[in-house]
């Protein structure tokens, strides 16, 4: 009897403690949701800020994500097959961005690429100036978001069973051949759940992006800083756009959810 | 003819193994757990390098240490059936039986006849669309046999193709093996645990321990 005590009352302190987390987690959401009406957002949708920044958010973030796997995926291989000296560091160096206060991120990116910083200077001396622009929030989002993808892709190429590369090899197949066939389209699943990850991460910057980029409607002015700057002026814009957001980080969530489920292959 | 004749200094002990296996013949390697069976597979394939020695199939020298020779892996034309037959999931069986002739770069008339002669001979041509990914274990080892036959090897090797395999797909394995190594009468060597298996489709049997030969006879001799 005292046995069975024990048990419900440890299962009811589980049952507790996730009732906290989900209300701690959800609370905030039910929160903004609350004080969205349909008039609300058919008013403020169409509002040119909330329009600008939407657009510049999902446009320099589909480019920040398109740059991380052009460049991630093969860097991420070579990395998992290699071994060199200064490995682990470079390890180290691919998660830093994970640990690192996004405003310092940005103020670092600032040093280099500023118009005094240590490569800014050569470059502005050639009329290039990326701190500022939109080019700035993209460099700042790939600072950022960048983990997301090279860590997962880094994991998947070293789980990977090295007998399918291999038997590819022995049937002929050049390396290139056996990367875009075979390694590809079996880490395909977990690349892709890495890529959306790195594109909501993408999303949501804002530390990095106010110190490197500004807060420029239209050039600059994503999401999170539109509503970073709608907080100040109108607060029903803030409402509209966080709803925006929140709709598009659900929508991603769900996404990777059904792509893991879905794309598991038989290995 | 296949010759082996190479050493490989090793973690725990120095490999050095001579063997020669005719044409339509299949040689059992047997040895305990890390004796270096699977080693001299992926020498031959050239996986791994050997630090001395020579191997050649007979039609091609694929390594000679003196004359710096080393065929690139993808040159060798070795048929090579890993131990959990590594189909490619993601592929339909067709895909897989052909991913070495596409690789190959085999002009397409030949490719549907190669591939469509060896999923008949291993009878996989009712699977042809299926994802590999979703066959049995003994139907994995015959796309696996088929895909390496297609590419119409110089020598076939198998690592441990029986294991994971049900009774009678172990008979049904064997006996396609030792259909294809006499048929396209290419040298074979086999690697398994099981005397069974040994005799059952070996002509000559290699017992190996720490990188040495320690027995190395026909078959009639032994059993």
Not at chain 1, 23 to 49: C, G, K
Not at chain 1, 181 to 207: D, N, Q, V, Y
């Amino acid at each position: 009897m005292r046995q069975k005590i024990g048990i419900w009352f440890g299962k009811g302190v589980g049952a507790f403690l996730i009732l906290i987390v989900c209300l701690f987690l959800s609370l905030p959401l039910i929160a903004l949701l609350l004080r969205v009406t349909p008039e609300l957002l058919a008013t403020y949708i169409p509002n040119e800020t909330v329009q600008k920044a939407l657009w510049l958010s999902i446009t320099t973030s589909i480019i920040s994500m398109a740059i991380v796997i052009f460049i991630g995926t093969p860097a991420a291989y070579f990395h998992s097959r290699s071994y060199y000296p200064g490995k682990s560091f470079v390890d180290t160096l691919i998660d830093l961005p994970l640990v690192l206060p996004p405003a310092v991120a940005g103020l670092a990116l600032l040093l280099l690429f500023g118009r005094t910083g240590l490569l800014g200077k050569y470059l502005n001396v050639i009329g290039i100036d990326i701190a500022f622009t939109t080019v700035a929030v993209v460099l700042a989002q790939i600072f950022v978001a960048s983990p997301f993808y090279i860590r997962q892709a880094k994991a998947l190429f070293e789980q990977l069973d090295p007998a399918y590369e291999e038997t590819a090899k022995t049937l002929g197949s050049s390396s290139l051949r056996t990367f875009l066939f075979i390694i590809l389209p079996l880490c395909a699943t977990g690349l892709t759940s890495g890529a959306i990850m790195t594109f909501a991460r993408a999303l949501g910057e804002f530390g990095a992006t106010i110190m490197f980029a500004g807060n420029l409607p239209g050039i600059t002015q994503t999401m999170p800083l539109a509503i970073y700057a709608a907080m100040q002026g109108d607060f029903d814009v803030a409402i509209t756009i966080s709803v925006l957001l929140v709709a598009i980080s659900l929508a991603i969530m769900l996404t990777v959810k059904l792509l893991t489920d879905k794309w598991r292959y038989n290995v | 003819m296949f010759k082996f004749s190479a050493s490989k200094q090793l973690r725990d002990f120095s490999l050095d193994i001579s063997l020669q296996v005719a044409d339509g013949e299949i040689m059992v390697l047997m040895g305990g757990n890390g004796a270096g069976k699977t080693t001299i597979l992926r020498l031959t394939a050239g996986l791994l390098t050997p630090d001395t020695g020579m191997i050649e199939t007979g039609k091609k020298i694929l390594y000679h240490h003196q004359s710096k020779i080393n065929c690139p892996v993808q040159d060798r034309n070795i048929g090579y059936v890993f131990q959990n037959a590594a189909v490619f999931p993601h592929m339909s069986v067709y895909d897989n039986v052909a991913f070495g002739l596409r690789a190959r770069r085999v002009d397409s008339l030949e490719l549907a006849d190669r591939t469509d002669e060896w999923m008949d001979r291993l009878a996989i041509s009712d699977l042809a669309a299926v994802r590999a990914g979703h066959i049995s274990g003994g139907q994995k080892q015959r796309v696996a046999l088929a895909r390496a036959m297609a590419t119409k090897p110089d020598l076939l090797m198998l690592d441990e193709p029986f294991t994971a395999l049900d009774r009678n797909n172990q008979i049904a394995v064997r006996e396609w093996i030792c259909l294809c190594v006499r048929e396209q009468k290419i040298p074979c060597l086999l690697v398994t645990h099981n005397p069974a298996d040994a005799e059952a489709v070996g002509d000559s049997v290699c017992l190996i321990d720490r990188g040495r030969v320690i027995e190395d006879d026909n078959m009639r001799m032994l059993f």
